[in-house]
């Protein structure tokens, strides 16, 4: 178990390298810079620039070298610093800005995923089990309509309904008055009021695939010998069906961890949009929009680590699961 | 075709003509029978198709989005570019079907009501009424604005538009410049369709290439795709999608934005492609029936046309099918965040960017009208892909 665990962290370095290079490579792809457009603006009041502000701005932000060169320089200052380098937008250092954000955007990651494995595990043996059932139709009805709605869409609808019938603004993660406070208990209870919107919203398209994978999986196992020699000796439903299938069909949960935490990682970057919360998704538009090209990337850099820490997390969750997985594992 | 031999195709499979004759059923050497084993893959997997109802329909109701999208001009009441400062924000207006006559009588024939502002005497806010006295008859086929077929052959016949050629009609509202969302809806169909289209066809391209090579090769070839494609999905694809965006030049002309985003959703999409080529590429090579070819004397290309594309051409289709709805869905949630698609081009996502203030949507929820296409088109192409894949592995 170690050896497959310190294999996969091994394995792991180079995509987290590569990981950085491509977030750099994107932001420095645009033509022109933040300090051309800052500069424009500056002339535009009718003020000027002389070169010799030009290049100190230039030498402060490091972008009077060649591009690899800064990438290296960025890299070096991340890993022995911690320092992600400085946000011309807002004219902080971006690991000042980043980190609560990011924060929170794995607090609603992580309650998304629960949301979607408590209600997808039911729902999928009780699909499974009462197939072609008129409970299993509308499920899988369902399932097909969530799978194809888009999350902001879904989050528009959300929205125009409770202020049109609720006559509440369901955008935002906090209530004003916990904004911008330290974390306290009674802020936890207001994060978790609010939370549950954007993760209902986040959790359908998984969910609904989730209950797919899972009752397919079930579905595999019912119809096995061995369920039906359990039935013959007269085990009760119950009991036969928690002793073997279901554990077998819990895999996907964990297999599916990966791909899910992608897709979450990618829906909470637009959905946040729309309901305007607090996490990264509308901080990386405007930094992509603005070419503020330091906070862009340390964005698209962690959440891209942060989806690939979390497979191998669900990975070796998995293999401990489930020890055909890794033995299997040893031999790639 | 029967039911009966309709069953028969889903328990047997094509190659198992010696089981059947071991079974020694009658109807099997029947003349339907005869048909069933004489006839082509294609066939085959059209009658197994057609046996999932739901994935027809699917499939017909895909096949009329394309042609409406392809023939937008006609579908469509008018040029989706037209304005009209006074209509703006205008509601829906229902059709109706007949009219009483003065008499008491009822009186068949299409026409919606006129609008009326009214304006709030307190708060001066202008909100349309429909105008029960003024009555606009509409026709199908009338003639309309003019427009091309295909930017080909000028036309003027409309499906639905009203008999007077400048009479309101917005049947799904009109957006913040007065232009008329079904219009719009329709046209933008042309953009979202296709640009799924050509953007998987082009990841099919890339990933056939890149996939079949590495499948074929092998060795450090093989290996170097294969941490390739696992490390571009191992990145979310939004934020990919979104800085590669950010990358495309404002100053650049629709035309070649429209190219721009159609290559960055497929430079992600290819993997998944590649992947699944050469996975079958992998696992064909090892099937009995390749085996037996190759000890029958064929030579590689005849194997290779002959025996290995058709058994996985089909289940292309069935994976290109349910690429579309993907790269769709990228598309409008670009579109959607502003680093898409701009206007002038008129796409879904371009036209949902509009519902995007809570303020407008409370006002005018017929804004969302583009997200029910969305929804219907890449529901019909879930469908449709999930009855083409049952269709195309027999196995399955």
């Known amino acids: 178990m170690l050896k497959y665990i310190a294999r996969r962290v091994f394995v792991m370095i180079p995509t987290l390298l590569g990981i950085s290079l491509l977030s750099f490579l994107i932001i420095s792809l645009p033509p022109g ?37 800064q990438y290296l320089v960025w890299m070096k200052n991340i890993l022995t610093k911690g320092d992600f380098g ?15 954000r990011l924060g929170l955007t794995v607090a609603l990651s992580f309650s998304t995923m629960i949301l979607t494995w408590s209600l997808a595990f039911p729902i999928a043996v009780f699909s499974a089990v009462k197939q072609y059932s008129i409970g299993d139709y509308i499920v899988t009805f369902l399932g097909f309509i969530g799978l194809a709605t888009p999350n902001f869409l879904l989050a528009l609808i959300l929205m125009y309904l409770s202020f049109k019938y609720l006559d509440t603004d369901v955008g935002g993660l906090f209530s004003t008055e916990y904004m911008g406070q330290a974390w306290t208990w009674a802020k936890v209870v207001d994060f978790l009021k609010h939370v549950w919107v954007p993760a209902v919203i986040l959790g359908v398209g998984g969910t609904a695939g989730l209950i797919r994978t899972v009752r397919a999986n079930l579905l595999d196992e019912l119809h096995k010998p061995y369920v039906r020699t359990a039935r013959s000796k007269g085990l009760p439903e119950a009991r036969l069906l928690a002793k073997y299938p279901l554990r077998l069909a819990l895999n996907p949960f ?53 989806t690939v820490i979390g497979t191998l997390v669900s990975d070796i969750i998995l293999a401990a699961v489930d020890p ?3 033995l299997g594992g040893t031999e790639g | 075709m029967t039911q009966e031999s309709a069953q028969l195709l889903g ?30 893959q294609w066939q085959l997997m059209w009658w197994r198709f057609r046996r999932h109802k739901l994935a027809l329909i699917s499939m017909i109701v895909t096949i009329a989005i394309y042609v409406v999208a392809i023939f937008a001009g006609f579908f469509a009441p008018f040029d989706p570019r037209a304005y009209s400062a006074k209509y703006a924000y205008a509601p829906p207006q229902p059709i109706r079907f007949y009219d009483r006559t003065a008499d008491g009588g009822i009186k068949l024939g299409l026409y919606i009501y006129d609008y009326k502002v009214e304006q709030d005497p307190e708060t001066y806010k202008r909100t349309f009424v429909y105008d029960t006295d003024r009555k606009i008859p509409v026709r199908f086929f009338a003639e309309g604005t003019p427009y091309t077929i295909l930017g080909l052959i000028p036309a003027r016949v409309r ?38 289209l050509v953007g998987v066809f082009l990841s099919f391209f890339l990933g056939i290439i890149i996939g079949g090579f590495a499948g074929y090769l092998g060795g450090l070839l093989d290996e170097v795709v294969q941490r390739l494609t696992e490390f571009l999905r191992s990145i979310p694809s939004i934020p990919l999608w979104l800085g590669l965006s950010a990358a ?49 004397g064929a030579s590689n290309w005849r194997i290779v046309v002959r025996y290995m594309v058709p058994s996985f051409l089909s289940y292309i289709i069935a994976r290109i099918t349910m690429a579309v709805p993907g790269m769709i869905l990228g598309e409008t949630s670009l579109s959607f965040l502003g680093l898409g698609l701009r206007p002038p081009l008129i796409s879904w996502g371009v036209l949902l960017k509009e519902a995007q203030l809570v303020r407008v949507l409370v006002s005018s929820p017929w804004l969302l009208y583009p997200g029910l296409a969305v929804v219907l088109t890449v529901l019909a192409m879930n469908f449709m892909g999930d009855g083409l894949r049952d269709a195309a592995d027999p196995y399955a």
């Open chain 1, 33 to 69: 810079s933040y300090l051309e457009a800052y500069i424009a603006q500056v002339q535009a009041t009718g003020e000027d620039v002389t070169q010799e502000e030009i290049d100190q701005l230039e030498a402060r932000f490091g972008l009077d070298k060649p591009v690899p060169v």
């Open chain 1, 86 to 100: 400085i946000s011309f937008d807002w004219g902080r250092p971006v690991a000042e800005l980043i980190w609560d």
């Open chain 1, 254 to 306: 964990f297999s599916t961890v990966g791909w899910s935490l992608r897709g979450l990682v990618s829906g909470a970057t637009i959905v946040s949009v729309v309901l305007s919360l607090p996490t990264t998704g509308p901080m990386l538009l405007r930094a992509l929009k603005a070419q503020d090209m330091y906070l862009a990337g340390s964005f698209i850099m962690l959440l891209s680590s942060m």
């Open chain 1, 324 to 326: 055909r997985i890794r």
């Open chain 2, 11 to 40: 328990q047997r499979n094509v190659a198992d003509e010696a089981l059947v004759e071991e079974m020694g059923e009658p109807e099997a050497t029947s003349a339907e029978g005869e048909e069933f084993f004489i006839a082509s």
């Open chain 2, 159 to 196: 499906l639905l538009a009203p008999v007077e050629e400048n009479a309101p009609m917005f049947l799904l509202g009109a957006d913040r410049l007065g232009r008329d969302m079904l219009s719009r809806i329709i046209f933008g169909a042309q953009i979202s369709l296709s640009i799924g």
């Open chain 2, 248 to 296: 495309v030049p404002p100053g650049w002309d629709p035309l070649m934005v429209y190219f721009a985003i159609t290559v960055i959703l497929s430079l992600r999409g290819w993997t998944g492609m590649a992947r699944v080529v050469r996975g079958r590429f992998l696992s064909l090579r090892e099937e009995d029936f390749i085996l037996a070819a190759q000890l029958d």
